[in-house]
C-alpha cells in the first residue's frame, strides 16, 4: 500500500478557505446542512471537502445511510483547524485595534441556566458592545464548565462565564453573580404536601438527583447528605428529574421560579437547605490584546457598578 503523503508547503488561504468549509459542516452535522451557513450548494461542499480530504492525504468523515460523522482523524483535525482559526482571528483582532472602528469576533463561552438570573449583567453588556461596534460577530457556545476552560485557555474561546470551582491558576478570574440554590421537590412528591415547620428528617431517606459537574465546598456538603441515586450533568437535566416527583434536588431559585409560580415545585426546608454558587468571568492571563474582548469586559464591569448603586 502507498504511503499517504503528509500535509507538504505552506498553508495557502485556499487550505484555510477549506478548513473553514470542514468546520462548518462538523459544526453543522453534515453537508447538506451547512449549505445555509457557508451559503453554497451541497455539491460544492463536497468538492472542497474532496479537495481538503486530498490536500491532508487523510479520510475526515463518512457519510451513509448511518448518517455523518467524523472519522478519529477529522476530530484530531477539526481540533487542530480550530486553533489554526482561532490564532488567524487573533491576528486580526490585533490588527483592529490599529483602527478606531470595532470590529472583530467575541468567542463566549456560558454554563447552562444564567438566561433566567434576574441581574442579566451578560446580556445587558452584550447589548453595550453590540451598540458600541454594530460590526461585531458575536458567537455564544453553551458548554459544560471544565470544557470552557479549556477553550479559553488553548484560544478556542476568548471568555468565559462558569462558577468558579477547580479553575487553573494561569486563567483570571472577575466576580460577576453569586447563584443561590435550594432544595426542591416537585408537586408529585411526598415532601410537597409537608408543612413548612415539618422538621427534616433524615434527608438520606429519599431518592435524590446529584451532579457530576463541579460543586464549591457549601454544594458539596449539601448533597451529601442526600441518597443520591441519580445523576445529572447540568442543571437543567436536574430539574427534569426533580420535576418526574421521584427525586430531591438542588435547583438555582432563578431555574426554579417559574415553576415554582405555577405550584410544580416547591423549595424544601429554605433556611437550611441551601447553599450558593460564585460566578466569575475567566480569560487568560497571557492573553494578547483584543479590543473586542477589552470592550467586552469593561461593558460587564460598567453593569457590576450600575447594579452596585442601585
Known amino acids: 500500500m502507498a504511503r499517504r503523503q503528509a500535509l507538504t508547503g505552506p498553508v495557502t488561504d485556499f487550505d484555510i478557505r477549506l478548513l473553514r468549509v470542514f468546520k462548518a459542516v462538523a459544526e453543522c452535522g453534515g453537508f447538506s446542512a451547512a449549505e445555509s451557513e457557508l ?59 490599529l483602527h478606531e472602528t470595532l470590529r472583530g469576533e467575541l468567542d463566549i463561552g456560558i454554563t447552562d441556566t444564567l438566561v433566567s438570573l434576574p441581574e442579566m449583567r451578560i446580556t445587558h453588556a452584550l447589548a453595550a458592545l453590540k451598540a458600541r461596534g454594530p460590526e461585531v460577530r458575536l458567537k455564544m457556545h453553551m458548554d459544560p464548565p471544565g470544557e470552557i476552560a479549556r477553550a479559553v485557555l488553548d484560544g478556542r474561546l476568548q471568555l468565559g462565564v462558569v462558577p468558579d470551582v477547580d479553575l487553573p491558576a494561569s486563567l483570571e478570574r472577575r466576580p460577576l453573580y453569586e447563584e443561590l440554590s435550594r432544595l426542591y421537590c416537585s408537586a408529585e412528591h411526598p415532601l410537597f404536601a409537608a408543612e413548612p415547620t415539618t422538621p427534616r428528617g433524615d434527608l438520606a431517606a429519599w431518592d435524590a438527583v446529584v451532579p457530576t459537574y463541579p460543586l464549591p465546598t457549601p454544594g458539596r456538603d449539601q448533597h451529601a447528605r442526600l441518597r443520591g441515586t441519580a445523576t445529572a450533568s447540568d442543571r437543567e437535566g436536574a430539574a427534569f428529574l426533580i420535576l418526574t416527583g421521584a427525586y430531591l434536588g438542588f435547583l438555582p431559585d432563578h431555574q426554579a421560579a417559574p415553576w415554582v409560580d405555577a405550584g410544580r415545585l416547591r423549595a424544601l426546608w429554605p433556611g437550611d437547605c441551601h447553599f450558593l454558587t460564585p460566578f466569575v468571568v475567566i480569560v487568560r492571563r497571557d492573553r494578547r490584546p483584543n479590543r473586542v474582548l477589552e470592550a467586552f469586559l469593561e461593558a460587564l464591569e460598567s453593569q457590576k457598578t450600575a447594579i452596585s448603586r442601585g
Not at 475526515?60 to 480550530?82: D, I
Open 39 to 97: 451559503g453554497i450548494s451541497r455539491s460544492a461542499i463536497s468538492l472542497h471537502m474532496g479537495d481538503l480530504e486530498r490536500r491532508l492525504g487523510l479520510r475526515l468523515c463518512r457519510r451513509g445511510r448511518g448518517g455523518f460523522a467524523l472519522t478519529e482523524e477529522g476530530r484530531e483535525v477539526l481540533e487542530a483547524a480550530e486553533t489554526l482559526l482561532a490564532g488567524l482571528e487573533a491576528f486580526r483582532n490585533e490588527v483592529n485595534a
